[in-house]
């Protein structure tokens, strides 16, 4: 039978005892529990934090504080049902790998849904990775950090007893996880990153760093912080802490229902209800029938403010919002990242529209900001007392694409995925309509070339242009590669659907794979005024004769290593830089039994983080182009192709459920839509 582990409130002596043992800056909570105990778990099979001693010991002060005991352990046959029935709270401190076996994580998971508590933290999200029902537990899995730095953290939830106590924004030092996927759909987001205020984040703006949620009938508590030493004598986090093991062992009660406003699944991000704000001050949700959602944001004062971590102002080129004012009226300010950001416009007048339930639509033009600024904020000024309330948020942006898709985006293309004669029954490859592709093509007279004219005739009825990947095909050399520019010049080169940019002079462009084989270039000299030769490297020693530069490997995009020197060298040599992204790679479909190199889709969150890299200027460079690498693995959708929901069994074939919260048919174009949203984003930035 499952039982409820809300503790009530022990009496005015339980709680001057535990004031009496106060750890160092933490103040006791405002009523104690009854007394409990609490398992602290630090076995680490990968890296070991050097900070887990210090979190113990902070956990123990918290203890002798706040009347529970804590047992501290790195022994796994703790995990038994009778064992862990002994706590309210077990505590994952910087766990790191595989760390138990199937019986104990089956105790844990019984303990937790049957009422207990889970605290995990920093590491605990780089834990289990074999146990899929462990993500949902701890709420996100790790997947990268950038360099320990400082950064700035916006507090959501100024309620619940782990962030009660910090302001709207704490500046701290730690080392900044981003994850797989974002968990917010399926927590409650107690605190967020400011992606603008660090480098590397890798969230595309929403970054939840601490969060909770119920677990059947148990609840989850989990911090991203907690890297260093120093964090356990911190009074803010140790207050952080607190709240979190008190929320999870059931000492104190607190909201965590799911379901907060997050991103619009869709790409684009750009309305959301004014009262569905993921940080604020001043301002309160009010109701209001006529309004959308049947509310609005009110109790407007001059100086509030309210942040939308699920509305990106990046290329945004209008702010539009239905508004209500019996009070003063005032200014919106729109801004990018905070609420002290870059001004991109501002609604000079509200004037009062004659009562709550009157409404009358507003707007501004935006200055677009610039990709990975950060959220929408805004600003309110005005007069004494209520100004005005605010209805839906709505940002405009121009169509920045040609009709269909972009030119200056190309997407690496591969014919055995899907042809007329073959089981697909049809060209898998058109789908999203528009641009370019770089067809893969391995020498003349091979079964590529047979098929060019028909992929060429194909992308000519979808508007599509064709580039040329050219293979390291047997004898491939600098010479043969000059023959094989001639060749298809003058085979192709007349067909409607040829690529040549016009902006480099109508040139025909030819992506040349695995480079680095040959050492000798100099015969590129020969067709350097009629196309651009693209070097598949980001070495800038070896581009000698080429016209361009990309990378194609989708697991360097998650960290781009060179991308900023080699985009700055290809701008002032006059080359063309196509740094390559891709949602993920796993290799065993194309080497069996080699699983590195391996790069988790993530559920978007790596395609995204990719396309950040490269359109960030301090990260990327200023690209020409941006190439998007097809391949990912075989026999199955890939990058930019869709991925059947439905696979037949026993093939290990994936699907892209979850990609972008989109599940069955839907997930199947989830990389499609999300290509044509970053292409759009990228035109936009190069106007």
């Not at 140790?238 to 008190?246: E, H, K, V």
Request: hydrophobic share 35%; charged share 20%.
């Amino acid at each position: 039978m499952r039982r409820s582990r809300i503790r009530r409130p022990a009496g005015a002596v339980a709680l001057a005892l535990g004031a009496a043992f106060l750890g160092p800056g933490v103040p006791s909570t405002a009523a104690a529990a009854d007394p409990y105990q609490v398992l602290v778990f630090s076995k680490a099979a990968g890296f070991r934090h050097d900070s887990i001693p210090a979190g113990i010991t902070a956990i123990q002060q918290l203890g002798t504080a706040n009347d529970f005991t804590v047992t501290a352990t790195e022994d796994v046959t703790a995990f038994t049902p009778q064992n862990l029935g002994a706590y309210e709270a077990v505590v994952f401190l910087s766990t790191t790998g595989d760390v138990l076996n199937g019986s104990q994580q089956n105790a844990l998971k019984g303990y937790v849904d049957g009422g207990g508590g889970f605290v995990g933290v920093h590491a605990a999200a780089d834990t289990e990775y074999d146990w899929p029902e462990y993500e949902d537990l701890v709420g996100a899995w790790f997947t990268s950090h950038p360099a320990i730095q400082e950064a700035r953290l916006t507090t959501e939830d100024h309620v619940h007893p782990a962030t009660a106590h910090l302001d709207d924004t704490w500046t701290r030092n730690d080392e900044w996880y981003d994850y797989r996927s974002n968990p917010r759909a399926g927590v409650h987001v107690l605190q967020s990153l400011d992606e603008s205020s660090y480098s590397g984040g890798g969230m595309a703006g929403d970054h939840p760093i601490t969060w909770c949620h119920p677990q059947q009938d148990g609840r989850s508590f989990y911090t991203g912080l907690g890297h260093t030493i120093e964090s356990f004598a911190d009074p803010d986090f140790r207050q952080l802490l607190l709240g979190g093991i008190q929320y999870a062992a059931g000492a104190v009660e607190a909201d965590c229902g799911t379901g907060d406003p997050g991103p619009d699944p869709g790409p684009g991000g750009d309305r959301a209800e004014a009262e569905a704000y993921t940080s604020s001050s001043g301002v309160q949700a009010a109701p209001h029938a006529a309004a959308g959602g049947g509310a609005t944001l009110g109790y407007i004062d001059h100086g509030d403010r309210a942040g939308y971590a699920s509305l990106d102002p990046a290329g945004a080129t209008a702010f539009t919002a239905p508004v209500s004012s019996a009070g003063a009226g005032g200014t919106i300010e729109v801004r990018a990242g905070s609420a002290t950001g870059r001004l991109l416009g501002s609604v000079a007048v509200v004037a009062p529209t004659g009562g709550w339930d009157a409404f009358t639509e507003v707007t501004t033009t935006l200055t677009a900001a610039a990709p990975g600024a950060g959220p929408l904020f805004l600003r309110f000024t005005g007069g004494a007392g209520a100004l005005f309330d605010v209805d839906r948020c709505t940002l405009t942006r121009a169509p920045a694409t040609e009709e269909g898709g972009s030119s200056d985006v190309h997407l690496f293309s591969y014919p055995w995925y899907g042809t007329p004669e073959g089981p697909a029954g049809s060209w898998r490859h058109w789908q999203q309509g528009g641009g370019v592709i770089v067809y893969s093509w391995w020498g003349r007279g091979g079964y590529e070339d047979s098929l060019a004219g028909d992929v060429l005739d194909a992308a000519a009825r979808h508007g599509i242009e064709v580039a040329w990947h050219i293979e390291p095909y047997n004898g491939r050399t600098a010479a043969s590669v000059v023959d094989d520019i001639a060749y298809l010049e003058g085979k192709f080169g007349d067909h409607p659907a040829f690529y040549r940019d016009a902006a480099h002079g109508d040139r025909n462009a030819y992506y040349v794979f695995e480079s680095l084989r040959t050492l000798d270039w100099s015969a590129l000299e020969a067709v350097k005024d009629t196309a651009i030769v693209l070097a598949q490297t980001t070495d800038t020693t070896k581009v000698a004769h080429f016209g361009g530069i990309y990378t194609y490997d989708g697991i360097a995009g998650a960290t781009a290593p060179g991308w900023k020197q080699a985009g700055d060298y290809a701008k002032a040599n006059g080359l063309v830089r196509a740094p390559s992204v891709a949602p993920g790679y796993i290799d065993d479909r194309a080497v069996p039994g080699n699983t590195t190199p391996t790069l988790g889709r993530a559920d978007g969150a790596s395609y995204d983080r990719q396309w950040n890299n490269a359109l960030d200027p301090a990260i990327g460079g200023d690209p020409t182009w941006v190439s998007v690498t097809s391949f990912n693995e075989w026999h199955e959708g890939s990058s930019i192709e869709p991925a059947g929901s439905d696979p037949p069994p026993g093939h290990g074939y994936e699907t892209f459920e979850g990609a972008y919260g989109k599940t069955g048919a839907a997930a199947e174009t989830a990389y499609l839509d999300r290509t044509a949203y970053w292409a759009d984003r990228f035109e936009q930035q190069r106007r």
